[in-house]
Each structure stands twice: as C-alpha cells, then as structure tokens.
C-alpha cells in the first residue's frame, strides 16, 4: 500500500534550526512535496523534490532521498510565524498526491 | 500567479439544506481540480479528483450522490453538499494543476462549513 509518515508533533526555540524527516511507501514516484498549513488555514506550498539533493530556499531547505524513500524539510533562524504544521506530500505514479498527518511544529521563544 | 479562489470562505446551514462551494481558478486554466476535507487536528482527505467535461472520479467511501462536483469550465468546478447533515461539518479545500502530469497543485483558502 502507499504509506507516508512523519512526527505527529516537534517543538523547537525561536531563532534555532529544526528539521521534520518524512518517509514514504508509493506506487510509483513523482516527488515529494511540502506545505505549510497555519491552523484554518488551506495549505500553502514549500518545496518540491523530484531529483535526489538538497533544495534550498531562503530560510526553508527540503531534502531528498528517492532509495530510501526519504525526505526532510529543514527550517532556520525559526521565527514564531513558523508555527504550523507540515505537511509531506509524495506523488504517485497517477501524479496523485499522497498525504501524510502533518507534524505540528510549535515555536517557543 | 496561480491563485486559486473558493467562495463561500465560511457557510452557516441547517440541517437538510445543500451547499454549493465555487473553486476557480484566477490567472490559469485548471485541467483538473481536487476537492479535499479536513478535520480538525487531521490530514487532507482527497474526496474526488475533477477533469473538465468529464466527471468526477471519487475516491473509496465518498457519496457521489451526496457530494455532487461539477467541472464546467477550465476555471470553475463546484461542490455541492446535498442534505447536509452535522456530520459534514468540516474544512473544504479545492485545488487546481494546469495539466494532467503537471506536479504542483495550487489551493484555495477553503471553505469552513457548519451543519446545525
């Protein structure tokens, strides 16, 4: 079956580096996605991998690993807006989106 | 670019009545929309996947007589709740990608409907 999973939740301090590891099962593979979602909020895209390698964007990097079915978002210099949850996201052979939970990260100063 | 809007951004109902919720997309022609819902403190549920002019695939488990999707044009596909009842109070997401092998999908804010 298609499988993803990730942290249901990570906390982490103002200004410090976090990262949220995400591994999935797919039929298939047409990359991994990343979005943000703020609570009552539609999600917001991040980051998309496709080819094995680091993807770097500003304060947010996303890695991939297609052997392991493997990926992580990294954020740095957190800031309290980053509170949200993450949501990983790999697409099948279908280009249909397989979602994970979300792992809810939560910014303490 | 690729600004995808819904309307109503929140809905009110009571028990028995439908609700129709518009996605369109603004600045692209959306091949195909997805409709999604959400619980709180939960993932995204892919209800059913739209292409234009044909129908509505749905996935295992959603009433395709009680969700009704309607994907007219390359802009617009809409989601009508029949007889919604309280249980169907939930998060309505709609997203749109350009192609059919397209990889990004664009979402819209949402829709926040309560069922008295």
């Known amino acids: 079956g298609q499988n993803i999973d990730q942290p249901t939740e990570m906390t982490a301090t103002e200004g410090a580096i976090v990262q949220i590891n995400c591994t999935y099962q797919?039929?298939?593979?047409?990359?991994l996605f990343w979005y943000q979602q703020h609570a009552g909020e539609a999600p917001t895209f991040l980051s998309y991998?496709?080819l094995d390698g680091l993807e770097e964007k500003g304060r947010f990097s996303s890695f991939l690993s297609r052997s392991k079915g493997y990926s992580y978002l990294l954020l740095k210099e957190l800031q309290m807006k980053d509170s949200a949850s993450y949501l990983c996201a790999a697409m099948d052979s279908n280009y249909q989106l397989i979602w994970g939970a979300g792992t809810k990260l939560i910014i303490k100063p | 670019g690729a600004v995808v809007s819904q309307h109503p951004s929140r809905v009110i109902c009571k028990s028995g009545t439908s609700v129709k919720i518009e996605c369109r997309s603004l600045d692209f022609q959306a091949t195909t929309m997805f409709w999604y819902r959400q619980f709180p403190k939960q993932s995204l549920m892919l209800m059913a996947t739209?292409?234009?002019?044909?129908?509505?695939?749905?996935e295992q488990g959603v009433e395709k007589d009680k969700f009704l999707i309607n994907h007219a044009s390359l802009t617009l596909s809409t989601l009508t709740v029949t007889s919604a009842h309280p249980e169907d109070s939930s998060f309505y997401i709609c997203?749109?990608?350009?192609?059919?092998?397209?990889?990004?999908?664009?979402f819209g804010p949402g829709t926040r409907l309560l069922v008295l």
């Open positions: 739209s292409n234009e002019g044909s129908k509505a695939t749905y």
């Open positions: 997203s749109a990608r350009v192609g059919a092998e397209s990889e990004t999908q664009y």
């Open positions: 797919t039929s298939g593979f047409n990359g």
């Open positions: 991998n496709v």
